[in-house]
């Protein structure tokens, strides 16, 4: 079984910057690409970027492309989410995910998700 925790929301002014980490437990982490999705209430849940197993490709949403940068860290089974230039429209509750067909951007192409966690972007 995988378990998958998220970290680092909060409340952050418009135009500031977050960094969300997804810890995994497992030792297999390392050979899963890894995607982040977002919820806003009343929403759909909505796919944000992915990453392959070994963080040489990666793939965003154009929603946050060029402010937001996956990144991971298989020796601390950790990815994480750089989030930049944040806007009021960024609050949701944010997601991680292993996905099981590389990168990608489908949620039903992810297997185990974290709990999620808070980010609130105030005006």
């Known amino acids: 079984q995988v378990q998958l925790v998220e970290s680092g929301g909060g409340l952050v002014q418009a135009g500031g910057s977050l960094r969300l980490s997804c810890t995994a437990s497992?030792?297999?982490?390392?050979?899963?690409?890894v995607g982040w999705f977002r919820q806003a209430p009343g929403k759909e849940r909505e796919f944000i970027a992915s990453?392959?197993?070994?963080?040489?490709?990666?793939y965003d949403a154009d929603s946050v492309k060029g402010r937001f940068t996956v990144s991971r860290d298989n020796a601390k089974n950790t990815v994480y989410l750089q989030m930049n230039s944040l806007k009021p429209e960024d609050t949701a509750v944010y997601y991680c995910?292993?996905?099981?067909?590389?990168?990608?951007?489908?949620?039903?192409?992810?297997?185990?998700w974290g709990q999620g966690t808070q980010v609130t972007v105030s005006s």
């Open positions: 995910a292993r996905s099981t067909f590389g990168i990608a951007a489908m949620k039903d192409q992810y297997d185990f």
């Open positions: 497992g030792r297999t982490f390392g050979s899963y690409a």
């Open positions: 990453i392959s197993s070994g963080g040489e490709g990666s």
